[in-house]
């Protein structure tokens, strides 16, 4: 093996991804498996999950997929989905908390009950899917090679914009907090604690805006780079936080939006 595969290897490591089939989450597993993984793809369409998996080991990679129903919109549904996991592993060395909605109205509509569902998917379910799994990932960790926690932020987390989406914003905000308190709690355990702060990807959850390529490219036109992510840009920095490449960090917001976070309209001195 090249110093260079090394470094960035995660051979043999067994992975979970939840909301897996489609967007950010799809990425992160193809990702991993790819690149040697086991990787279990959970969301609530378990037929959807057993289907990527499947393509997934159609791609010829040297990991493998398997792909089952997980609701962590509910308390039952992640004791459910934490059960088949102890069922199918002794160990889990990577745990992905990419499952998460959204809910957009104009301010003087927004319903009481999109911040509950919002914030129980996208920030309740994440503590304590992540609480439940530590028996695995204590078993999986190492002073060489920690267990690695990626929980899905976004930039709207880090910037005060809503664009309608009041509770989403506000949650990845929470998110972001929720990562850099659990990195520190977990230190100790030696697993790391990490979170992907995305801009404008294609998926599910983004169509309304960038289903066709002209609507990716009038998006990307607002990104400092110039263009939307793509599957790769999540990839790799996957691999970097699962590999030796990223054993040492923890505790980080990683954004993977162009520049979007540092993007500002403010000037001093230039007109």
């Known amino acids: 093996m090249s110093y260079l595969d090394k470094l960035f290897s995660v051979a043999g490591k067994t992975a979970l991804v939840t909301g897996a089939a489609t967007g950010i989450g799809r990425m992160v597993a193809t990702g991993l498996v790819r690149a040697g993984a086991h990787v279990m793809i959970a969301s609530r369409k378990g037929e959807d999950c057993a289907k990527v998996a499947n393509e ?6 040297s990991g493998h997929a398997e792909g089952f129903a997980g609701d962590v919109s509910s308390e039952t549904g992640i004791a459910a989905l934490v059960a088949e996991v102890k069922a199918r592993t002794q160990r889990l060395h990577i745990l992905v908390n990419n499952a998460g909605i959204s809910w957009g109205a104009p301010l003087e509509e927004f319903p009481y009950h999109a911040w509950a569902k919002v914030f129980g998917v996208n920030v309740t379910a994440v503590f304590h899917l992540t609480r439940e799994l530590l028996p695995l990932l204590d078993a999986a960790a190492g002073d060489e090679d920690p267990a690695r926690v990626i929980n ?8 005060p914009l809503a664009d309608d989406a009041y509770s989403y914003a506000a949650s990845k905000a929470a998110v972001h907090h929720l990562t850099r308190t659990l990195a520190i709690e977990f230190a100790a355990r030696r697993i790391t604690v990490n979170a992907f702060a995305p801009g404008p990807f294609q998926s599910r959850m983004t169509a309304f805006a960038t289903a066709t ?20 840009d999540i990839a790799g920095a996957t691999l970097y936080l699962c590999s030796r ?7 980080a917001i990683l954004p993977i939006d162009g520049g979007q976070s540092v993007q500002h309209g403010m000037t001093l001195f230039k007109e």
């Open 56 to 61: 997934l080991n159609a791609l010829g990679g």
């Open 152 to 159: 899905l932020g976004s930039v709207m987390g880090t910037q």
């Open 213 to 232: 390529e002209e609507q990716a490219k009038h998006v990307g036109n607002h990104v400092p780079l110039g263009r939307i992510g793509v599957a790769d």
């Open 245 to 251: 490449a990223g054993s040492y960090v923890t505790g």
